[in-house]
Antibody
Framework: EVQLVESGGGLVKPGESLRLSCAAS????????MNWFRQAPGKGLEWVSS????????YYADSVEGRFTISRDNAKNLLYLQMSSLRAEDSALYYC????????WGQGTLVTVSS | DIVMTQTPLSLPVTPGEPASISCRST????????????LDWYLQKPGQSPQLLIS???YRASGVPDRFSGSGSGTDFTLKISRVEPEDVGVYFC?????????FGQGTRLEIK
């Protein structure tokens, strides 16, 4: 059974940093590109970043470029999102998701940026 | 960026009746290299994460009932539910993954009358 479990969310002040993790199981992690998405409370879905299985390709939304860094450890089946210089508008439920035609999303981890 | 526009934004439906949601993109989602159209449909049930219903225009995801179907071409797409069930309530999103940034429609909230 495919499982994606996010962790690392929390309450931080503007300008601070946070690292999200996503533990994957039930599939060959290294064979899949992975995505981070987010959803502000009561709002729609926003793509944040993508990374290919071999880390050859990495993409970011303009809204996070230069502040967020996506990475992965294929030996540990872990996906990461390092977030720095956080802003109030980064507050959202962050989802990791397996990419492609058999996409699968985790349950999300909540990030709140507030002074 | 490819902009995705869904209609309607709210959809009240009587159980057993059909339902249809439209999604339009500002650019064709056809990949001319392989013939695939990279348009997916998701359902986000209340309190849950989005679940994939339809991938690559018309392929039902594993476990998705056959009352759900996806169709369309180029820039115009449709999700159809042949007979709505009470468990189909939630917000339906279309998503394009032809190009980065990946983009979503605004969402269509389906409610039971």
């Amino acid at each position: 059974e495919v499982q994606l479990v996010e962790s690392g969310g929390g309450l931080v002040k503007p300008g601070e940093s946070l690292r999200l993790s996503c533990a994957a199981s039930g599939f060959t992690f290294s064979s899949y590109s992975m995505n981070w998405f987010r959803q502000a409370p009561g709002k729609g879905l926003e793509w944040v970043s993508s990374i290919s299985g071999s880390r050859n390709y990495i993409y970011y939304a303009d809204s996070v470029e230069g502040r967020f860094t996506i990475s992965r450890d294929n030996a540990k089946n872990l996906l990461y999102l390092q977030m720095s210089s956080l802003r109030a508008e980064d507050s959202a439920l962050y989802y990791c998701a397996r990419a492609g035609s058999s996409a699968y999303w985790g349950q999300g981890t909540l990030v709140t940026v507030s002074s | 960026d490819i902009v995705m526009t869904q209609t309607p934004l709210s959809l009240p439906v009587t159980p057993g009746e059909p339902a249809s949601i439209s999604c339009r993109s500002t650019q064709s989602l056809l990949d001319s290299d392989n013939g695939n159209t990279y348009l997916d449909w998701y359902l986000q049930k209340p309190g849950q994460s989005p679940q994939l219903l339809i991938s690559t225009l018309s392929y039902r995801a594993s476990g998705v009932p056959d009352r759900f179907s996806g169709s369309g071409s180029g820039t115009d797409f449709t999700l159809k539910i042949s007979r709505v069930e009470p468990e189909d309530v939630g917000v339906y999103f279309c998503m394009q993954r032809l190009d980065f940034p990946i983009t979503f429609g605004q969402g269509t909230r389906l409610e039971i009358k």
